[in-house]
C-alpha cells in the first residue's frame, strides 16, 4: 500500500492595511492559527477565525498550502541552489 503524500497547510491573518490588499499592517502581530495535516481541516480552522473576526473589515485570515513550498518533483528554485 502507497502512503499518500503529505499535504500541510498554514492558516494564518491579522489585520491588513486596506482590505482590498493583502499586505499586513504590522507582520510581528500575526495570528498563526497552525499547520493542519490536509486542506479539510485547515478550512475547518480558517473558517472559525474567519467567522470570529467577520466585524472586523481589516482582519483576514489565509491558508497557505505548504507542500507546495517542496514539492520534491519540481526543480529547485535559485535561492536552494544558491544554499540559501
Known amino acids: 500500500m502507497t502512503k499518500a503524500p503529505q499535504r500541510?497547510?498554514?492558516v494564518f491573518g491579522g489585520e491588513l492595511v486596506d482590505p482590498s490588499r493583502s499586505e499586513?499592517?504590522?507582520v510581528?502581530?500575526?495570528?498563526i492559527v497552525g499547520?493542519?495535516?490536509n486542506y479539510a481541516s485547515a478550512h475547518s480552522a480558517w473558517?472559525?477565525?474567519a467567522q470570529r473576526?467577520?466585524?472586523d473589515a481589516h482582519t483576514r485570515y489565509f491558508i497557505a498550502h505548504l507542500h507546495r513550498l517542496?514539492?520534491?518533483?519540481?526543480?529547485?528554485?535559485?535561492t536552494e541552489e544558491?544554499?540559501?
Open 8 to 10: 500541510l497547510h498554514l
Open 24 to 26: 499586513f499592517k504590522d
Open 28 to 31: 510581528n502581530k500575526i495570528h
Open 35 to 37: 499547520i493542519y495535516p
Open 47 to 49: 473558517k472559525g477565525e
Open 53 to 55: 473576526t467577520v466585524d
Open 70 to 78: 517542496r514539492d520534491e518533483e519540481s526543480p529547485a528554485s535559485s
Open 82 to 84: 544558491l544554499g540559501a
